[in-house]
Every structure is written in structure tokens, then in C-alpha cells.
């Protein structure tokens, strides 16, 4: 399985697109991996999650290659998972040879947003709603949605994603995974974890998580055995409000063994 990290920061991007904040001006900058894109994943070049504003801008970086995807798993609705506008751009008029209609998945808001959208567009989208803990077969792999502790108002999900005999856990947007989420995970075996770490420093869990969660969670999967000595476990979806470039997450992050995500990453497990 191979994943590709399209973009890593959280709404706002990394820097804040109007922002003036010291940290944003030195990752400025700084250029490079301080530089970071609104978050999305390519796995194996067919399967998409989330469609944020800055999908155009991974197309120009990484080229037309990275748009050959059929099946579009989403998230929640928050504007920098879900960027709809855009995805209209894949039909005639906007497009030419954009190949087979494109399957999107998600939960309720999902679908219903998709289907008033698209609703003279019928052949070009397939609209898949899906259930919590249900197991889908999309292009080859198991996909399971958990719930994510995120956008109470809709039911947010974290996904659990297999593909010969290897498991990768996409987890976010999610504060502290809920109690069920947690007992799920607890009897499966992970060997990539891709974790919601918005908050930085900052002493909360809850809506998204943290430094200190992502350790905690780090430690518990050791132990029951979810994470195995060869797992990679990946922090990502950064936002300016933490104060921390990239070399601060590494130095923060990485003698406890967990990865610092940055744009154009990708883990091969
Ligand atoms: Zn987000
Ligand atoms: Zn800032
Ligand atoms: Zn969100």
C-alpha cells in the first residue's frame, strides 16, 4: 500500500492564509516543509480522501497523475475536507476524457450535500452513504469508518483502510477517539497510523487531538499490540495556533518514535 500525503495543515493552512502570526511569518520564510496545504490522501493512486480547496494547487505540484482517482472517501463536511465547487469541475464542459463516474462515499451530510449538488449531473457521480463499523469493498480494499470525536452536528468518521494484509489507519479530523472507536481498534493490527495532531502543545483532546494524546494513543496500541515495532505512526493536520515549525514537531514528536507528516510524504507499508 502506498499512501500519499497531499496536504497536512489544518482549515486555515500552514501559514494562515491571512495570517501574520511570528509562526506563520517564519514559515514563510522557511519555505519547504513549513509550507503546508490543506489535508487530503492518495492510496495507490485510486483511492482520494477528502477533496479540500487546495486539491488545483496538488494537481499543479504533482501532476495530472494524482487526479486518476474513481473513488472519493470523505471525512466529515468541514470546508477543508469537502471542497464540492470543485468537484463539479469533473464534468462535461469543464472537463473532457475524465473517465469513469467518480464514487463518492461518506455519511448522511455527505450524501445529501452530494446529491443536491449533482442532482442534473446523475451519471457522472455515484453516491454512497456509509455505516459506521461496516466493512466496504472499494477497488480492492477493506474499508471500515469509525467514529471520529469531531463536528458533533454531523457523524464525522476516522477510516480504517486494508489492502494485502497491511492496515493503515486514517485518523482524522478527530479529538480522542470515542470509547467504541477505541474498543474496535483495540483488536485490529496497524502498521500505519496517520493521527490528527491540530493542537500542538496546546492542552486539548477533545475536537482535535494533541501532542499528548497522539503519545498516549502511541503507548496503549504498543501494548495491546494494535501497533507493531515496525508501524509507522504519522502526526499531521497542523495548525499556526500550535506556534511549532517543523523542526519543533520532529524534535517534539520523533524520540517517541512518531513521524512528522509533511506535504508530499509518502509511506510505503
Ligand atoms: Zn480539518
Ligand atoms: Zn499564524
Ligand atoms: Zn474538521
Not at 27 to 38: E, Q, S, V
Not at 120 to 145: M, Q
Not at 186 to 213: F, P, R, Y
Request: proline share 4%; glycine share 8%; aromatic share 10%.
Amino acid at each position: 500500500m502506498e499512501i500519499q500525503l497531499l496536504g497536512t495543515s489544518a482549515a486555515e493552512g500552514f501559514p494562515g492564509i491571512f495570517c501574520n502570526c511570528d509562526t506563520c511569518q517564519d514559515a514563510r520564510k522557511l519555505g519547504g516543509k513549513d509550507i503546508r496545504t490543506r489535508t487530503s490522501a492518495l492510496i495507490d493512486g485510486n483511492i482520494k480522501i477528502d477533496f479540500p480547496p487546495d486539491s488545483f494547487l496538488h494537481v499543479l505540484r504533482d501532476g495530472k497523475p494524482i487526479t486518476n482517482f474513481e473513488h472519493l472517501i470523505i471525512t466529515h463536511t468541514h470546508h477543508d475536507h469537502f471542497y464540492l465547487d470543485d468537484l463539479r469541475m469533473r464534468t462535461p464542459g469543464f472537463a473532457t476524457d475524465f473517465g469513469n463516474p467518480l464514487t463518492i462515499y461518506g455519511n448522511q451530510t455527505v450524501v445529501n450535500r452530494c446529491k443536491e449538488k449533482f442532482s442534473s449531473l446523475k451519471a457522472y457521480f455515484n453516491i454512497v452513504l456509509l455505516h459506521a463499523f461496516e466493512t466496504y469493498e472499494i477497488d480492492g480494499s477493506k474499508v471500515t469508518p469509525l467514529p471520529a470525536d469531531h463536528k458533533p452536528d454531523e457523524e464525522s468518521f476516522i477510516y480504517f483502510i486494508e489492502k494485502d494484509n497491511r492496515a493503515c489507519l486514517y485518523g482524522h479530523d478527530t479529538g480522542m477517539f470515542p470509547e467504541e472507536t477505541f474498543h474496535w481498534l483495540s483488536e485490529q493490527k496497524i502498521d500505519v497510523a496517520i493521527l490528527d495532531c491540530t493542537n500542538g502543545l496546546i492542552d486539548e483532546k477533545a475536537n482535535h487531538m494533541n501532542i499528548a494524546a497522539i503519545k498516549e494513543i502511541n503507548s496503549l496500541f504498543m501494548e495491546k499490540g494494535v501497533f507493531h515495532k515496525d508501524s509507522q505512526i504519522i502526526a499531521t493536520h497542523f495548525s499556526h495556533n500550535t506556534g511549532l515549525l517543523h523542526k519543533d514537531l520532529k524534535a517534539l514528536l520523533e524520540p517517541n518514535g512518531i513521524g512528522v507528516a509533511y506535504d508530499g510524504m509518502v509511506l510505503t507499508v
